[in-house]
């Protein structure tokens, strides 16, 4: 179960009604929040926020599975969902660290070309593979990374223009 501190509940049966309800909703719990939130760490985050409040409030419901209950649970985490949209919104806090994120991977072929993409950050090699090799659009790319359109474009044009400088150094170009 998640990391609720089951403690600050008063009886048994409010502790088993909690696991009930996590065993029960999980699943559409996070199904809503990333249906709001498009992020799967926005989403957890969403979710055990919800099942917080679900535990602070498990005196006003009376069974795990009922319509009541089942309505309770969807509106506390759309609700934390939505909160935790409009924060984003406010206050971005994820920063792009283009340098590191994304995957080292490795490439056979020994051609300058192969040479000046292996020298690419990560990320920008990520951008330029997922476009070029395996013919992905910008747009499937943003939502792939989980970055606006904007951002993926700007993304994808960074990248090209460090591929080209790195193939004009090597005499590429």
């Given at each position: 179960?998640?990391?609720?501190?089951?403690?600050?509940?008063?009886?048994?049966?409010?502790?088993?009604?909690?696991?009930?309800?996590y065993?029960?909703?999980?699943?559409?719990?996070?199904?809503?929040?990333?249906?709001?939130?498009?992020?799967?760490?926005?989403?957890?985050?969403?979710?055990?926020?919800?099942?917080?409040?679900?535990?602070?409030?498990?005196?006003?419901?009376?069974?795990?599975?009922?319509?009541?209950?089942?309505?309770?649970?969807?509106?506390?985490?759309?609700?934390?969902?939505?909160?935790?949209?409009?924060?984003?919104?406010?206050?971005?806090?994820?920063?792009?660290?283009?340098?590191?994120?994304g995957?080292n991977?490795?490439?056979?072929?020994?051609?300058?070309?192969?040479?000046?993409?292996?020298?690419?950050?990560?990320?920008?090699?990520?951008?330029?593979?997922?476009?070029?090799?395996?013919?992905?659009?910008?747009?499937?790319?943003?939502?792939?990374?989980?970055?606006?359109?904007?951002?993926?474009?700007?993304?994808e044009?960074?990248?090209?223009?460090?591929?080209?400088?790195?193939?004009?150094?090597?005499?590429?170009?």
């Amino acid at each position: 179960m998640m990391s609720i501190d089951l403690q600050m509940l008063e009886t048994p049966e409010d502790r088993w009604l909690l696991e009930q309800i996590y065993l029960q909703y999980r699943g559409l719990m996070y199904y809503l929040a990333h249906e709001i939130l498009q992020n799967k760490q926005d989403a957890e985050d969403a979710v055990h926020h919800a099942f917080v409040k679900i535990a602070a409030n498990i005196q006003k419901l009376d069974a795990p599975v009922c319509q009541k209950t089942h309505a309770f649970v969807a509106a506390v985490v759309e609700h934390q969902a939505i909160d935790q949209y409009r924060k984003r919104q406010k206050h971005p806090t994820t920063q792009l660290i283009e340098e590191i994120q994304g995957a080292n991977v490795l490439y056979e072929g020994d051609n300058n070309l192969t040479q000046c993409i292996l020298k690419l950050p990560a990320r920008y090699r990520e951008v330029i593979l997922l476009r070029y090799h395996y013919g992905y659009t910008v747009r499937e790319i943003a939502k792939m990374l989980g970055l606006t359109l904007p951002a993926a474009s700007k993304l994808e044009q960074r990248a090209k223009r460090k591929l080209k400088k790195l193939c004009e150094d090597a005499g590429i170009l």
